[in-house]
């Protein structure tokens, strides 16, 4: 006996509505078909995660692949850098390692009129107290901590970024945001 890597499915026409609004796939395009299995629905993650305004990436390493979504979460304020209207960041998380506070975010490069695709970006977060005096800087890159993941970020994309300084800013009432070199 053989184990079989195969599943059968069925094709239906579903209607997507996504926070009130009408998202139409085209019923008839097998890149955006609706599957049934086993009486659950398989949707196509592409087209409802950019309906969610939310970055898609797919990564075939032969046996290994990956999806990845990444998107800002409603209860995230957006901050901006004023002198770089298309960079965004979200703070996910801000933790305390012994003398060390670490950060998590989301960092988005929006389109704009650069024919570049790709981009190095450095930034700062600079945190206040309640008084609106500094109680700490963290600085951070487009680039991940690992050699083996991409060094860039694309226009459109949002990616999953760390940063993090000696101090603790657990404290902080406010934050702002820096864009320091957008190569």
Request: glycine letters at 8%.
């Amino acid at each position: 006996m053989f184990a079989s890597e195969s599943v059968q499915t069925y094709l239906f026409p579903a209607f997507f509505n996504i926070n009130g609004k009408n998202a139409h796939a085209p019923i008839d395009d097998k890149e955006y078909a609706v599957l049934n299995y086993q009486g659950h629905a398989y949707v196509p993650v592409r087209f409802i995660s950019e309906q969610l305004w939310a970055f898609v990436d797919y990564t075939d390493q032969g046996t290994y692949k990956e999806i990845t979504i990444n998107h800002f979460p409603s209860n995230v304020p957006i901050l901006k850098d004023n002198k770089y209207a298309n960079i965004n960041f979200g703070l996910l998380d801000l933790y305390l390692d012994g003398g060390y506070t670490g950060i998590l975010g989301l960092l988005a490069l929006d389109h704009d009129k650069n024919s570049i695709t790709e981009h190095d970006i450095e930034f700062k977060l600079h945190f206040y107290d309640v008084n609106d005096k500094l109680i700490g800087t963290a600085s951070s890159t487009s680039k991940p901590g690992g050699s083996d993941q991409k060094q860039t970020i694309s226009t459109g994309e949002i990616k999953y970024v760390s940063a993090g300084e000696v101090g603790d800013f657990s404290k902080y009432t406010k934050v702002n945001f820096e864009v320091t070199a957008y190569k």
